[in-house]
């Protein structure tokens, strides 16, 4: 399929080559065989919803379950055999934990991988598995890696930054490489930013290959570091995010340049676009993705008109999500559409007032799941109670008519926050 072309020049900072098409073509070679070729789907029910022609870069079926080991690999085999025997160590959040780990172990390089202590479990236990030592050190990417520095001096080892290198970035760039070979021509090619590895490997290779195509990172409104770094906001960076795989809270010095350079614009995106487009995801397109695979999503779902009728490629660069969130997100998901609802009714303390709450439920087919009566704490009056109660229903409309029901008998009825 014939491409536009542009020049393979190359970004770096205060002119500095760093890196070109011709590294990232380079990068492709060294991984073919060693690290999949990760299918290009047509997101057929997202575009329907989304008003968007949506393809999605599934590297949440690495074998690590996300991206970072094209660029982790591409790394690692740069070692001389004097920096192979002496070892890496690497600060991440799990994904280029669970690269570095994995390939070394693979080409029999110690690895000592620094983790934040908030690091999912999942994400834990995977790099452990590998053979790599974990220390956990922080609450944040940036406190782990200051650890790592640390331990990285007293050790002699080889540090393997995640994004702020230009061989990283080369081995992340192929994802943009093989989206254009396999996939049709996009308008738009969306990738989330932590420290910028990914999407600065992409923009080089996209701009190089198909340069009418429109480079858009993703943030999450919570840590806006790149978008900081780069028109000088002062936004506040940090929090509880979901996307805890781009929370990072200083953009790298090399990326930054070529974000700049390259990249047309950042948006950022909420914690509850997050939520959404990871539920989306799974329901949906049967995908499973961590928070930060889910930011492109979330991006077309927080300003639709932007891509409606556009061809748009994003990916889906993680999947390690720990299962007790994700189940949350669910749960909170069905909550906010209707279809779990927690309803408090009032009522006389009196016998048979429940049974005819249920009763009148189940008339329109509602669902009883879980029931909850509160007497001593309450301040209503004496002779009166009230109880929660958890129903299934088949959608908004379907809640409505039910909540029209017992109002229409009697009951005061409101839902309970979610």
């Given at each position: ?301 927080s300003d639709p008109a932007r891509f409606a009728g556009r061809t748009v490629g994003m990916v889906l660069c993680g999947g390690n999500i720990d299962t007790r969130l994700l189940s949350m997100i669910l749960m909170r998901d069905l909550a906010r559409s209707g279809r779990l609802a927690r309803l408090r009714v009032q009522l006389l303390d009196a016998p048979g007032q429940l049974v005819r709450v249920a009763t009148i439920i189940a008339e329109q087919d509602g669902n009883v799941i879980d029931v909850g009566h509160h007497r ?43």
């Amino acid at each position: 399929m014939a491409r536009d072309s542009a020049p393979q020049t190359k970004v770096g900072p205060d002119g500095v080559n760093a890196l070109g098409i011709e590294d990232i073509e380079a990068a492709a070679a060294q991984l073919e065989g060693r690290v999949m070729r990760t299918p290009l789907v047509k997101a057929e029910k997202l575009s329907a919803l989304t008003g968007a022609d949506l393809w999605l870069k599934l590297e949440s079926l690495q074998y690590t379950g996300a991206f970072k080991e094209r660029g982790a690999l591409v790394k690692l085999l740069k070692l001389s055999d004097d920096e192979k025997k002496r070892g890496v160590i690497a600060a991440s959040a799990g994904n280029h934990a669970q690269g570095v780990a994995r390939h070394a172990k693979a080409l029999g390089v110690p690895a000592t991988i620094v983790m934040p202590a908030t690091t999912p479990d999942i994400k834990i236990r995977q790099t452990r598995a590998f053979g790599a030592e974990v220390i956990l050190a922080g609450h944040a990417f940036d406190e782990a890696r200051e650890c790592a520095d640390q331990i990285c001096a007293e050790r002699n080892l080889v540090f393997v930054h995640p994004f702020d290198d230009p061989d990283i970035m080369a081995g992340q760039g192929t994802i943009a490489l093989e989206m254009i070979e396999d996939g049709p021509h996009f308008d738009v090619l969306l990738a989330p930013i932590g420290g910028g590895g990914l999407i600065s490997g992409m923009a080089v290779a996209a701009k190089a290959k198909s340069p009418g195509t429109e480079i858009i990172g993703v943030q999450t409104e919570l840590f806006p570091s790149m978008k900081n770094a780069l028109d000088g906001g002062g936004r506040k960076v940090g929090g509880n995010t979901l996307a805890e795989g781009i929370a990072v809270k200083e953009a790298g010095q090399l990326t930054r340049r070529i974000v700049e350079a390259l990249v047309d614009e950042i948006v950022l995106v909420g914690e509850r676009a997050l939520e959404r487009s990871l539920s989306l995801l799974m329901n949906e397109q049967k995908a499973l993705v961590e928070g930060a695979g889910a930011a492109g999503l979330a991006a077309v779902l927080s300003d639709p008109a932007r891509f409606a009728g556009r061809t748009v490629g994003m990916v889906l660069c993680g999947g390690n999500i720990d299962t007790r969130l994700l189940s949350m997100i669910l749960m909170r998901d069905l909550a906010r559409s209707g279809r779990l609802a927690r309803l408090r009714v009032q009522l006389l303390d009196a016998p048979g007032q429940l049974v005819r709450v249920a009763t009148i439920i189940a008339e329109q087919d509602g669902n009883v799941i879980d029931v909850g009566h509160h007497r001593t704490y309450s301040d209503l009056p004496a002779k009166m109670t009230c109880m929660d109660v958890t129903i299934d229903t088949q959608g908004q409309d379907h809640l409505d008519r039910i909540i029209g029901d017992l109002r229409r008998a009697g009951y005061e009825v409101e839902i309970a926050a979610y």
